[in-house]
């Protein structure tokens, strides 16, 4: 293969086949790496519009949408072509250029997070040595629009919902951020081609499941859908943020959400569950594609379940949930993590070769069962608390009717 | 290869800003423009606003913000332990778990002083 990117497998087969000048060649390589990177996304997210529809409505007992097209699959481009002739209003009083430049940094933010992510094992736009960091800069952009697009909008409701969206984004970037750094742990490496490299023995999934966990919740909460959806409140707040936005403004915000949901689960996949990696992926790197949005749709099809399955929360539980719970469990899972590596190390248990199965047991052994004592404690502290907290409210409520009846 | 390895990002940055920028604002072209000044008024279910929708943020935002800087700091000093840990060996790992202990006393005084309560 020899090759680590498009650019570099591209431009150097131009340069020799056509005589074209190594330099217009990069160029040319760059440009069309970078159309693909950026078009990917955005075409799935067409696709997802349509997947999660039918979902929600099948979950509500509706039949969803089937008039447009088979199956209703035209319905996204019958949506999109309603939008574009929707009027685009600017509210009077707001700040025109922040208002604007919202939701062009809330697509970019997650159309950046794709230039990382290893497609097949020959097919990445970038491996970045601190892919990782990259995605977490990168990411932590998409709360930046949400305050441009409340703030610039002049409007109570929006600002409201953008205040509470923001305290609740950027409480659970702390524990997406420590989960994240499980799997580089283990890969000893924030590049995400490295942490992909790395589960060809085993998926950091079984080794760190309370990681894996942690990562999906927050990546959930991240993305603002239910049960963490009070941004969009509606019965409080009617549509929080974007509610000033109309025609293809409002749809920047809507694909963008639904692109960063299927991140997530892409990331999901390449950080926890192999990436591209399965069988014949090195003889037919193509392959590594169709394996990716295989698992990717795993995990993306677990989060809209969620989404439809669970009432959503109070800010108050919201808040709790993250710092008393989310955030010291994935620092302790860090730690406990980094001890349970070294152990295993000095006892000499580690792979001799990462990249076979039989001697990635051992450490994997080692890793689940800390992961399965960790839960444990951390699940019977929990039950005390909520049983003490039950025994004095039971407490209460027989308190309360005998002063009523007096 | 050290900057040259951002090359493609810088390329993807561009290229999204413009295309992201084009898309939005697409139906300012096919769309209708009849703006009035009801319809440009900010949105609030139809009621008369009130004031301006800028306005200043409760202070219990301000302590989820500090809270955030607290541990965020936290996860940036994580971030390059996570890649060495192996190389620093034990050593590295009691001053990370001292370092994550002084910082939870932090979240427990805050959180002691009602700072994660919503009333």
Redesign the interface.
Known sequence: MGCDNIINTFAPCLSSSLGVPIEIANFIGIFLGVIIVASFPLLVAIALIWTERKFAARIQDRLGPNRVGVFGLLQPFADVIKLLGKEDITPAGADRPIYNAAPVVSVVSVLLIWAVIPFTPIHVGVDLSIGALYFLAVASLGTLAIILAAWASNNKYALLGAFRVVAQLISYEVPLALALLVPVMIAGSMSLVSIVEAQAGMWFVVSAPIAAFLFFISAQAETGRAPFDLLEAESELVAGYNIEYSGMKFAMFFAGEFMHVFTNAVLMAVLFMGGYLGPFVDQIPMLGLVYLLIKASFWYLLSLLMRNALPRIRIDQLMLFNWLFLVPLSVVNLLVTALLLMIVREVGLAPDDPRSFVDNIPQTIVLFLGNAALFVVVMSMVRNRFRAQRLAETQTDDLLPATAGD | MALQ?????A???I???V???I??????I??????T?R???????GMQ?IG????R??V??YL??V??IL??I??IF??PW??V??DL??YG?AV??LF?FIL?IG?IYE?KKGA???E
Do not use: C, H
Not at chain 2, 5 to 9: L, T
Not at chain 2, 23 to 28: A, F, P, R, V
Not at chain 2, 39 to 45: F, L, M, R
């Open positions: 390895q951002f090359a493609p990002i390329a993807l940055i290229l999204a800003v295309l992201t920028f898309i939005s604002n697409i139906s300012t096919f769309g209708p423009s009849n703006n000044s319809k440009t008024a900010p949105y609030e279910s606003p301006v929708g800028m306005r943020m409760p219990k935002f989820i913000g809270l955030f541990f965020d936290e996860v994580f971030l996570a890649v840990f192996r060996g034990f790992l990370m778990g994550f939870t979240l959180w994660l309560e919503w």
